[in-house]
């Protein structure tokens, strides 16, 4: 048997249906519980996010049930989502529904606008002439 011909060749074991976006967001996760009362409300920290799921973050997991809403914030729409692993504070969660291309290059663009994932270290002040800082005295360059 050839290796292609295998579907659970290594290949394809281990390949995403869609492309992950690394995304630092705060979110919120609602859930309604079955007395249909107001809905619960937990913020979250989105890490990663695709068409298909996400992953995020959260301060505790207890009492948080399966099923929920996920709403990121400075975006409108709300994200209907399945858990598929929880370990600890980090959970991922399936979308029920795919989530559009628009609505995830949306939340991709904010993310880089609102410099989130900016956690680089600083580069030092260039100087522009040596020996001479830029507000110093009698130097031409202010």
């Given at each position: 048997?050839?290796?292609?011909?295998?579907?659970?060749?290594?290949?394809?074991?281990?390949?995403?249906?869609?492309?992950?976006?690394?995304?630092?967001?705060?979110?919120?996760?609602?859930?309604?519980?079955?007395?249909?009362?107001?809905?619960?409300?937990?913020?979250?920290?989105?890490?990663?996010?695709?068409?298909?799921?996400?992953?995020?973050?959260?301060?505790?997991?207890?009492?948080?049930?399966?099923?929920?809403y996920l709403s990121i914030v400075g975006i409108a729409s709300r994200i209907g989502c399945a858990e598929v692993y929880?370990?600890?504070?980090?959970?991922?969660?399936?979308?029920?529904?795919?989530?559009?291309?628009?609505?995830?290059?949306?939340?991709?663009?904010?993310?880089?606008?609102?410099?989130?994932?900016?956690?680089?270290?600083?580069?030092?002040?260039?100087?522009?002439?040596?020996?001479?800082?830029?507000?110093?005295?009698?130097?031409?360059?202010?």
């Open positions: 048997m050839s290796l292609g011909a295998d579907p659970r060749s290594a290949a394809g074991l281990y390949e995403r249906k869609w492309d992950r976006f690394a995304v630092n967001r705060q979110g919120m996760l609602m859930t309604v519980g079955l007395d249909l009362a107001a809905p619960k409300m937990r913020s979250c920290r989105l890490i990663d996010i695709s068409r298909g799921g996400a992953s995020f973050t959260v301060t505790t997991t207890i009492g948080l049930p399966l099923h929920y929880r370990t600890d504070s980090r959970i991922g969660v399936q979308f029920i529904q795919e989530i559009g291309e628009e609505l995830l290059h949306s939340i991709v663009r904010s993310d880089y606008f609102t410099g989130a994932g900016q956690g680089r270290a600083k580069k030092e002040e260039r100087r522009y002439i040596a020996g001479v800082e830029r507000r110093g005295v009698g130097s031409a360059i202010t």
